[in-house]
């Protein structure tokens, strides 16, 4: 399991083994089952999540419906961020799509090792700038590319989740009614060479 952080951590910087082994002893590993809500809304967000194995969405409530703004997989961080890093109640549900495996990083014990540990404080920050460019860059995505653009981009990029995710959670995250993702869906089933970002 250690590998799949080490692979993370190796896109933003090279960690030194002794503060790589601080992080380790720092972190818990949690498994939990599927539908099981790590952060609900008004709740302070205490940790940091890196999927292991498994599913998650982040999601807001519009009334009664369910927006949602980040599937995470394997190898991928979520959190109720402006809650964990500003220490605000959470406006977010953190929940599991999946029976999902996590490493979950304490803020108090980021904290510590911040203070410690300089790369791992240089890490964080590389962590949280790549975060915010991956979300104003889905931003951009979701104005400036039509419905179908989007769709057969993002299905492009995560194949898998094609078949992981229920088809609800996708329509919510890709900003698409559930009746035009099942057109689209067929569509891209039965014409895929049609579909010039498929290609």
């Known amino acids: 399991m250690v590998a799949i952080l080490q692979k993370y951590i190796d896109q933003f910087i090279d960690l030194p083994a002794e503060e790589l082994e601080a992080l380790i002893n720092s972190i818990e590993v949690r498994q939990v089952d599927k539908k099981v809500r790590l952060t609900d809304i008004n709740e302070n967000e205490k940790y940091l999540y890196f999927v292991i194995k498994g599913l998650t969405r982040k999601f807001f409530l519009k009334g009664k419906e369910e927006i949602i703004t980040q599937i995470a997989k394997e190898g991928e961080l979520i959190s109720s961020s402006v809650s964990y890093f500003s220490g605000m109640p959470?406006?977010?549900?953190?929940?599991?799509?999946?029976?999902?495996?996590?490493?979950?990083?304490?803020?108090?014990?980021?904290?510590q090792l911040y203070s410690r540990y300089p790369k791992l404080e240089r890490l964080s920050r590389l962590i949280i700038t790549e975060l915010f460019l991956q979300k104003e860059v889905w931003e951009l995505e979701r104005i400036r590319y039509s419905t179908k653009e989007r769709f057969l981009r993002f299905m492009n990029d995560n194949p898998e989740l094609f078949q992981r995710v229920p088809q609800k959670y996708l329509a919510s995250y890709l900003n698409i009614k559930p009746e035009t993702f099942s057109r689209l869906k067929h569509l891209l089933r039965s014409k895929k060479s049609d579909a010039p970002y498929l290609k």
């Open 90 to 111: 959470s406006t977010y549900v953190i929940e599991t799509i999946e029976p999902t495996t996590f490493y979950s990083l304490h803020r108090d014990r980021a904290e």
